[in-house]
């Protein structure tokens, strides 16, 4: 199957490109680096070093006998984008080409309006470049739990029945987004799905957990980025960084928070699956993907308890919350599409995490000098806000 990954660069698409080309896929992908300059506007890098894109191209090639056709393009710029469709021929296009970061959404309006601009239009130029070149791929595009909010219902995979005034109605389930990233990723999922309806398209759309884990090989031109600032920078990922340079984990609040979560790895395994099985024309499916529910005082613990078992001695402190959300709330979301096609959760989180610090250690130094940028700084309620910078891009 050829596999175009938007988005090749990054902290997924590096991994699946691996991954899917592992299982004999023919891959393809575009990237304009922009996770690279975001990372460095926070004033940070990935705690695991990266090569420049030349050096994982070649290191590719070496190792999976192919080379990945890849595309120096921006989503946004359209003509290129259907130029690099209709060149490539796609059997299905991965869309991770978005700016994946609530904190940087909320640093004040430039940003906000930067990543709405970025996510929305770009994924409406996808699909009308799909529409006219590929009409026939699949489009996996990753959305997130975050859509959803924390209702205090079960959350169904999409959709749900609803009956009302006598009659009943199958409807999505409402969005509850609890940042400007995640309501662009809110109307991301609606352009998808009227797509889907107008122009036949087929797409899967992945409602994915918080992913954690390390992406490390012998050829360390393979590496997969690994960040920590409080904008790029997963919670699980962070705690493990703060726990090799012995700084005390932070939860935000009172860490009752709950979530999602699954490892890099899973993801890879959930994400090549909805690939080898595409719905049909016109099909617009979601795809709830996590392995587990969990609270953020649940994760320092399983941090903190890894960390002993490598010599460390992780400390938990709670921060101030600075973002707006419910600390204590029902969480049940629904995940039954992936494991009715095969999903098996590999390695359980604890021995994930360990993994992870023991790949971190050796950058404990690059990590420490950058520790500061583990602190949060931006913060939900922030009023009367002066923009005088735009993000760098």
């Not at 990266?50 to 056709?69: G, N, T």
């Not at 990543?115 to 929305?120: A, D, E, G, S």
């Not at 996808?126 to 924390?150: I, N, S, W």
């Not at 087929?202 to 920590?228: E, H, I, K, S």
């Amino acid at each position: 199957m050829r596999v175009f990954i938007a988005g090749v660069d990054g902290y997924l698409g590096w991994s699946l490109a691996q991954h899917l080309a592992r299982r004999g896929h023919t891959i393809g992908g575009a990237d304009a680096l922009l996770r690279r300059v975001w990372v460095d506007e926070m004033g940070s890098v990935s705690a695991i070093p990266i090569v420049p894109l030349d050096e994982r191209l070649a290191a590719f090639s070496e190792h999976f006998d192919q080379q990945l056709q890849f595309f120096a393009l921006d989503v946004l710029d359209h003509s290129a984008l259907r130029t690099a469709l209709a060149e490539f021929q796609p059997d299905t296009v991965v869309h991770l080409a978005e700016c994946p970061s609530a904190p940087y959404s909320m640093i004040d309006f430039h940003h906000a309006d930067f990543v709405q601009r970025n996510n929305v239009s770009g994924t409406l130029s996808l699909l009308f470049a799909m529409r006219d070149q590929c009409p026939e791929a699949h489009l996996v595009k990753l959305g997130t739990m975050g859509e959803y909010g924390t209702p205090n219902l079960d959350i169904p995979e999409g959709f749900f029945e609803v009956e009302y005034r006598g009659r009943r109605e199958r409807l999505p389930f409402p969005r509850q987004a609890g940042s400007w990233y995640h309501w662009s990723k809110v109307f991301d999922s609606h352009s998808v799905a009227f797509a889907c309806k107008l122009w036949g398209l087929r797409a899967t759309d992945v409602m994915q957990g918080v992913v954690y884990g390390t992406w490390c090989n012998p050829d360390t031109r393979l590496n997969t980025r690994l960040d920590f600032d409080e904008a790029f920078g997963t919670a699980l990922n962070r705690f493990c960084c703060q726990a090799v340079i012995n700084q005390p984990l932070m939860p935000y609040g009172q860490g009752t928070q709950k979530r999602g979560f699954l490892s890099l790895s899973d993801s890879m395994q959930c994400l090549g699956l909805a690939i080898d099985n595409p719905p049909a024309a016109g099909e617009y499916r979601v795809f709830n993907q996590l392995r587990e529910v969990l609270s953020i005082n649940e994760l320092a613990l399983i941090v903190r308890a890894a960390g002993e078992r490598c010599g460390l001695t992780p400390e938990i402190r709670h921060q101030d919350n600075p973002r707006l959300e419910d600390e204590a709330h029902h969480y049940c979301p629904d995940s039954n599409h992936l494991r009715a096609l095969g999903f098996r959760p590999s390695l359980p989180i604890d021995e994930v995490v360990r993994n992870m610090i023991g790949d971190l250690l050796p950058y404990r130094d690059r990590i420490a000098s950058y520790g500061q940028r583990l602190a949060p700084t931006v913060r939900w309620r922030a009023s009367h806000t002066v923009c005088t910078e735009s993000p760098h891009i």
